[in-house]
Nanobody
Framework: QVQLVESGGGLVQAGGSLRLSCAASGRTISSVTVGWFRQAPGKAREFVGGIRWSSTYTKYADAVKGRFTISRDSAKNTVYLQMNSLKPEDTAVYYC???????????????????WGQGTQVTVSS
């Protein structure tokens, strides 16, 4: 079992940056693939990006490619989502999730993830 806790959300102006953290307990975070998802009001939860277990391989949604970066600090058992050049359309609740299966691919479907954090709000003002 893995417990995930997100932090780092907040209010930022368009063009600004935020770094979200996803801290894990109960299991080494490098042993699971971690995905970041977001959900805006009235919209479905969507895949933002992910980092594969025991690897530096990452995958991003087209909407954030080139602006967002995912990294992992194994010593802190934490995965980060660095968000730059933020836009108002990035406003959402952001979730990190863990996929315990040793897949070679990073799933972009929320249904494939076993563990979820509580979410953190990101609001980008124009």
């Amino acid at each position: 079992q893995v417990q995930l806790v997100e932090s780092g959300g907040g209010l930022v102006q368009a063009g600004g940056s935020l770094r979200l953290s996803c801290a894990a307990s109960g299991r080494t975070i490098s042993s699971v693939t971690v995905g970041w998802f977001r959900q805006a009001p009235g919209k479905a939860r969507e895949f933002v990006g992910g980092i594969r277990w025991s690897s530096t391989y990452t995958k991003y949604a087209d909407a954030v490619k080139g602006r967002f970066t995912i990294s992992r600090d194994s010593a802190k058992n934490t995965v980060y989502l660095q968000m730059n050049s933020l836009k108002p359309e990035d406003t959402a609740v952001y979730y990190c999730a863990g996929d315990r299966r040793p897949n070679l691919l990073i799933n972009d479907s929320s249904g494939e993830y076993d563990y979820w954090g509580q979410g953190t709000q990101v609001t980008v003002s124009s």
